[in-house]
């Protein structure tokens, strides 16, 4: 599996280790030594209640803590030095546009442009209420945030006016290291899928590893709908090793062979989610981190 041109990745486990800082320290800095190329961090501003929402089926509610990933990665940028940073996913439409760019800017100058930006519609319209933002039109609004982005990574100042964004004249300042920063798209639905292949970097979804062949071909032949380069835009799986989502728990062995598999379909990178293993603190996690590392020859 060792291979510089595959990107393997450890999902940070965020709402089943500590909350403290020198743990999140360790864990980041214990998974760089390991050899993984990247850390992912999922998003959520808010968590719901479920005393009023007695059928509330979301994966998380206001007992899961989370951190804000742009924050987690800005004190983490100092404290690693080859570790990819990667978004999995910011709910960006829930967001304001330009203070997002200006923070992610921020971030990929302290990392040393090590910055990777996963971004998606989300799930959760407590969150969109909660923030102010309209749930319905969450995709178009991503989609030009997509496209003001870029303009505010590579450009000094410009002007440009949509039903969602009006700038005049304005800029950001710093701009950021990589310009633009990469955006993945994450998801597996269709619009997510339309949307990574027509203006995303990658996707990032999270299938199951039967659907292997089937994920990759779909996406590739929507890449050549889109009249893109398929050599030039990124795929890869997040695999789920717990007993989450209707698949059964896989050890390191098993969850190593499955990254043999995405890459065989096509796939340039996976990363690892520990997640829903019964774990609740870093070191459990990191357990199972080396022994992945392991099986996976880094």
Known sequence: MADSKFRVGAVFPQNEIECDAFVIRDFAQAVEELGFSHMVAADHV???????RPDWNGPYNYQDPFHEPLTLFGYLAGLTKRLGLMTGVVILPQRQTALFGKQAANVDVFCGGRLRIGLGVGWNEVEYEALGV???NRGARLDDQIRFLRKLWTTETFSDETPFHKITDAGINPLPLQRPIP???GGQSEPAIRRAAALGDGWLPSGPVEDAAKFADNFFAEIERQGRDRTKIGFENMIIMGAVFGRKQRGPQEAAAEAEIWKKAGATGVSF???WMGAKRA??????VRDLAAALGL
């Open 46 to 52: 808010l968590g719901a209640g479920t005393k009023t």
């Open 134 to 136: 309209p749930f319905r």
């Open 183 to 185: 955006i993945w798209i």
């Open 273 to 275: 989610h520990t997640k």
């Open 283 to 288: 070191d459990q996690h990191l357990k199972v």
